[in-house]
């Protein structure tokens, strides 16, 4: 029997049908799917701490009337299933490498830099707070009219290292924002911009990769720069470097899923001077004999290993008989820029505002403080609303 051509009526009807099979068997993949992963994130236990982006992660909000009523419970929630979702950090990986492909440049609020750099977004600061923050500086400064005051504000990769960033890449001018700091507290205390510095180094590895912090080396220059203003009399000019590790993989590259760089770590020890001291960590009521916490190399953060991370109240003291105590309020990117410090004080003692709630004035007075230096990065500054509330004097 010889095989009848099918009339297009035919054809169309068997199209149909196999388009039909097919439509169905990817509904039921897909199905599948979604079952698969709802299943998994009903099973999936809740994480409290991503090690990966060194953040504390969402947790289930609670149900009541007021909070949906105002919204509130529906957007805990919808950062709940965000932070907590099946296998979050492989999709992350996964979208930033859908984007990359298709010449997108940035991710989760960070740029993919050339040559592996990744640079932090700057948020949008609220002005209302930084200004508050200022006026607080500026009133404590001039309360302790008869210490030496210095305040520096460090610019970060994104604004000093032009050469790295993504082509036509929107970078805020930091200098509008370090410019006004000096504006407002100026008068009151020694303002050092330490722009000329860091832009003079950019082609250097004064940023890490892949982190928002700057290097020891970085931190070095920015030490040259503040000798004067601090008043340190003949500086060390040369350093015996360590690399503690070479597989440092920071914070930005967590955020934005980007992990095809790593950072060398360095430490600075210098060639000539004592450095025998010892280090109090006043809350957790434990002392040691250097800032550096080699455990940290064995975990996520290797930048913990200048003091282990952040702290409430960190004390110094060194065998120098010469009476200068400097009182160190800060952020993070101090906690590599101390090992410079160390050298050519008695005392130091380090405030982290953010978690700091005792009072000031009286720490100053207790301490004999005859040196105060304030060091933060401009992002974390533009954003941080604790410095005003710290400073604030006590009635």
């Known amino acids: 029997m010889k095989n009848r051509k099918l009339t297009p009526a035919e054809k169309r009807k068997i199209f149909r049908e196999r388009s039909f099979k097919i439509y169905i068997k990817v509904t039921c993949i897909f199905l599948v799917f979604i079952l698969f992963v709802t299943a998994a994130n009903l099973l999936h236990?809740?994480?409290?701490?991503?090690?990966?982006?060194?953040?504390?992660?969402?947790?289930?909000?609670?149900?009541?009337?007021?909070?949906?009523a105002s919204g509130k419970f529906m957007t805990d929630m919808e950062?709940?299933?965000?932070?907590?979702?099946?296998?979050?950090?492989?999709?992350?990986?996964?979208?930033?490498?859908?984007?990359?492909?298709?010449g997108k440049r940035e991710s989760n609020g960070v740029y993919i830099g050339r040559k592996g750099h990744l640079l932090e977004i700057s948020e949008t600061p609220d002005m209302v707070s930084v200004d508050r923050n200022l006026e607080a500086i500026k009133a404590f400064a001039?309360?302790?009219?008869?210490?030496?005051?210095?305040?520096?504000?460090?610019?970060?990769?994104?604004?000093?290292?032009?050469?790295?960033?993504?082509?036509?890449?929107?970078?805020?001018?930091?200098?509008?924002?370090?410019?006004?700091?000096?504006?407002?507290?100026?008068?009151?205390?020694?303002?050092?911009?330490?722009?000329?510095?860091?832009?003079?180094?950019?082609?250097?590895?004064?940023?890490?990769?892949?982190?928002?912090?700057?290097?020891?080396?970085?931190?070095?220059?920015?030490?040259?720069a503040l000798c004067q203003p601090l008043g340190i009399q003949n500086p060390a000019q040369e350093y015996l470097i360590y690399p503690v590790t070479h597989t440092f993989l920071g914070t930005l590259a967590s955020k934005s899923g980007y992990n095809r760089s790593e950072d060398t770590i360095d430490i600075y020890i210098p060639k000539t001077g004592n450095m025998n001291y010892m280090v109090d960590y006043v809350e957790e009521q434990k002392k040691t004999s250097s800032i550096y916490v080699s455990e940290a190399l064995e975990q996520k953060?290797?930048?913990?290993?200048?003091?282990?991370?952040?702290?409430?109240?960190?004390?110094?003291?060194?065998?120098?008989?010469?009476?200068?105590?400097?009182?160190?309020?800060?952020?993070?990117?101090?906690?590599?820029?101390?090992q410079f410090l160390i050298p050519y004080y008695r005392t130091i003692t380090i405030v982290d505002p953010r978690y700091y709630y005792e009072n000031i004035d009286r720490l100053i007075q207790d301490n004999s403080i005859t040196d105060i230096l304030f060091l933060y990065n401009v992002n974390t500054f533009m954003t941080d609303n604790s410095i005003a509330d710290v400073l604030e004097a006590e009635e």
Not at 45 to 68: C, H, I, V, W
Not at 173 to 179: A, E, F, M, N, T
Not at 323 to 334: F, P, V
């Open 79 to 102: 950062d709940y299933v965000t932070d907590q979702f099946f296998l979050r950090n492989q999709w992350i990986s996964l979208k930033l490498f859908e984007d990359m492909a298709m």
């Open 142 to 224: 001039q309360r302790h009219s008869d210490i030496n005051k210095v305040m520096t504000l460090v610019p970060n990769p994104a604004y000093i290292c032009t050469q790295l960033r993504p082509l036509n890449a929107p970078v805020r001018d930091q200098s509008l924002d370090i410019g006004h700091a000096a504006e407002i507290v100026g008068g009151s205390l020694n303002f050092v911009d330490l722009t000329e510095t860091m832009t003079a180094h950019k082609e250097e590895e004064i940023y890490y990769k892949t982190d928002h912090h700057w290097t020891s080396l970085g931190a070095k220059y920015a030490f040259e």
């Open 301 to 338: 953060d290797k930048y913990e290993v200048f003091f282990g991370g952040n702290h409430t109240r960190i004390d110094i003291s060194t065998p120098l008989t010469e009476n200068k105590n400097l009182l160190l309020i800060k952020d993070s990117y101090a906690n590599c820029f101390v």
């Open 45 to 68: 236990k809740d994480q409290t701490y991503s090690e990966a982006e060194n953040r504390m992660l969402a947790g289930k909000p609670e149900f009541s009337m007021a909070n949906l």
